[in-house]
């Protein structure tokens, strides 16, 4: 059965940078789409971007460019998203999610990593 | 960026009552378009697929219909375990954009 394990709960600083694991344990892991999704408290979903190993390519949300970079080791399975210039905003939720994918549609985020709780405060 | 207008933003509903969520997208997306539950400190869990497709495991009162723009979400008789907030998505094209979410309230 596929898991995504991500790192544990983290607490930082403002102004400093945050880079949160997501290991793919059963199953491919380059062929896939592996998202990184935020929920602040109280809030909804909100999608941060996401890579394809496989080709190395990434997209990220307009609301995250330049602050994020999202990146994948395809020798140990695991992508990563690290987050710079965090503010206490930032406080969230973030979640890995994989997405399976055919040269014209994606077939939804299947699998979901447990989330992993930044806490920004100074 | 498409956006994605989901409606209502809440609802109340009683257990065998039929519900239906709504998602507009600010352009074609085509079928690309997926739907998810989520529950108080859980991940999102997915439901539905290239709007119709029913995810493996969830069960056959969830359905996924529309295209182009507009999508809905049906639950055919609502039990107790369906109380939760919905998010649809669009996967067309990056970036990914999730409608506000739909919580599902037992009334």
């Known amino acids: 059965q596929v898991q995504l394990v991500q790192s544990g709960a983290e607490v930082k600083k403002p102004g400093s940078s945050v880079k949160v694991s997501c290991k793919a344990s059963?199953?491919?892991?380059?062929?896939?789409?592996f998202s990184w999704v935020r929920q602040a408290p109280g809030q909804g979903l909100e999608w941060m971007g996401g890579?394809?190993?496989?080709?190395?390519?990434?997209n990220y949300a307009q609301t995250f460019q330049g602050r994020v970079t999202i990146t994948a080791d395809e020798s140990t399975s695991t992508a990563y998203m690290e987050l710079s210039s965090l503010r206490s905003e930032d406080t969230a939720v973030y979640y890995c999610a994989r997405t399976p994918r055919s040269e014209v549609t994606n077939f939804g985020m299947d699998v979901w990593g447990q989330g992993t709780t930044v806490t920004v405060s100074s | 960026a498409i956006q994605m207008t989901q409606s209502p933003s809440s609802l109340s509903a009683s257990v065998g009552d039929r519900v239906t969520i709504t998602c507009r997208a600010s352009?074609?997306?085509?079928?690309?378009l997926a739907w998810y539950q989520q529950k108080p400190g859980k991940a999102p869990k997915l439901l539905i697929y290239v709007v119709s497709s029913l995810q493996s495991g969830v069960p056959s009162r969830f359905s996924g219909s529309g295209s182009g723009t507009d999508f809905t979400l049906t639950i055919s008789t609502l039990q107790p375990e369906d109380f939760a907030t919905y998010y649809c998505l669009q996967d067309y094209n990056y970036p990914w954009t999730f409608g506000q979410g739909t919580k599902v309230e037992i009334k």
């Open positions: 890579i394809i190993p496989i080709f190395g390519t990434t």
């Open positions: 352009q074609d997306i085509r079928s690309d």
């Open positions: 059963g199953g491919t892991f380059s062929t896939y789409v």
